[in-house]
Nanobody, 122 residues
Framework: VQLQASGGGLVQAGGSLRFSCAAS????????VGWFRQAPGKEREFVAA????????DYADSVKGRCTISRDNAKNTVYLQMNSLKPEDTAVYYC????????????????WGQGTLVTVSS
């Protein structure tokens, strides 16, 4: 599956962003889709994921309560809504796909989209 992420930008602290991950290629509904982020000088870290199994989602502790992941299989798209953004959320955000039921480790994902940059100003 090929993935394309969008929705990044410059936002003030406390603001919100909605990311989209559009998929093409293989049967999208068979894929778990995750969002990861990488800040300058840091390792890539897990943000959230939605499983191919309906209703099964997972979030990193750092975004729990501020973030909602959802998917629309009819549109081959996964969305990530992030609210109450903080300067520490500044990073390049990536979406990725895997046929594993659920994972939070980048190594489990074999299809990656290009990143979308988020900058949160204080």
């Amino acid at each position: 599956v090929q993935l394309q992420a969008s929705g990044g930008g410059l936002v003030q602290a406390g603001g919100s962003l909605r990311f989209s991950c559009a998929a093409s290629g293989r049967r999208f509904s068979d894929y778990t889709v995750g969002w990861f982020r990488q800040a300058p000088g840091k390792e890539r870290e897990f943000v959230a994921a939605t499983s191919w199994r309906s209703g099964y989602t997972d979030y990193a502790d750092s975004v729990k309560g501020r973030c909602t992941i959802s998917r629309d299989n009819a549109k081959n798209t996964v969305y990530l809504q992030m609210n109450s953004l903080k300067p520490e959320d500044t990073a390049v955000y990536y979406c990725a796909g895997t046929q594993v039921l659920m994972s939070s480790t980048p190594e489990s994902f074999d299809s990656w989209g290009q990143g979308t940059l988020v900058t949160v100003s204080s």
